[in-house]
T-cell receptor, first 116, second 115 residues
Framework: EPEVTQTPSHQVTQMGQEVILRCVPI?????FYWYRQILGQKVEFLVS????????KSEIFDDQFSVERPDGSNFTLKIRSTKLEDSAMYFC??????????????FGPGTRLTVL | SQKIEQNSEALNIQEGKTATLTCNYT??????LQWYRQDPGRGPVFLLL?????KEKRKERLKVTFDTTLKQSLFHITASQPADSATYLC??????????????FGSGTRLQVQP
């Protein structure tokens, strides 16, 4: 069964450094998402992406964050200058469409980001 | 403000019994509601989606109900097994008319099935 994959599984970085988290969505999916989950808290939406542009973003997704689909398979989340509070599990998700009933989002296994 | 509540942080039941988890929401007009399973350190795994015009949905041992008047969904696992032990999340897409698809998650209910 097709899956969303994410690399790396764990990333440790120093505060102020840039990180890029990578995702390979399910191959025929057209809508891509990033969520994060701080330890012990809810899963929170960051951004959605379709047709090479951001379609929606949350208040969390400020100028320090950016997303890109650099080729036909990868979808990346970049944090320009990491802060301690960016430490969290980051999940990529994808869906086939945005039409009600066919827009179930399938999640990857996550990247645990630790900012020291 | 919009709110989703899963009113049990943890639920312990005996193997073979039916687990019932509750999700309540306020200030939403969702077109549908989804249930996910999350194991420790893993991503949410999609289980079931129920639309606003559906009262009940079933998949194997899982059953979901959706009452838009009460603004509540119930999630049932019948004949529960220790392997069902996990955190179960309910999630809503944002207000239907906006066409926005960001999911808002509840805080989850941690189910523990005792053998």
């Amino acid at each position: 069964e097709p899956e969303v994959t994410q690399t790396p599984s764990h990333q440790v970085t120093q505060m102020g450094q840039e990180v890029i988290l990578r995702c390979v969505p399910i191959s025929n999916h057209l809508y891509f998402y990033w969520y994060r989950q701080i330890l012990g808290q809810k899963v929170e939406f960051l951004v959605s992406f379709y047709n090479n542009e951001i379609s929606e973003k949350s208040e969390i997704f400020d100028d320090q964050f950016s997303v890109e689909r650099p080729d036909g398979s990868n979808f990346t989340l970049k944090i320009r200058s990491t802060k301690l509070e960016d430490s969290a599990m980051y999940f990529c998700a994808s869906s086939f469409s945005a039409s009600f009933g066919t827009d179930t989002q399938y999640f990857g296994p996550g990247t645990r980001l630790t900012v020291l | 403000s919009q709110k989703i509540e899963q009113n049990s942080e943890a639920l312990n039941i005996q193997e073979g019994k039916t687990a019932t988890l509750t999700c309540n929401y306020t200030n939403y007009s969702p077109a549908y509601l989804q249930w996910y399973r999350q194991d420790p350190g893993r991503g949410p795994v999609f289980l079931l989606l129920i639309r606003e015009n559906e009262k009940e949905k079933r998949k194997e041992r899982l059953k979901v109900t959706f009452d838009t008047t009460l603004k509540q969904s119930l999630f049932h696992i019948t004949a529960s097994q220790p392997a069902d032990s996990a955190t179960y999340l309910c999630a809503l897409a944002k207000v239907r008319d906006t066409g926005r698809r960001a999911l808002t998650f509840g805080s989850g209910t941690r189910l523990q099935v005792q053998p």
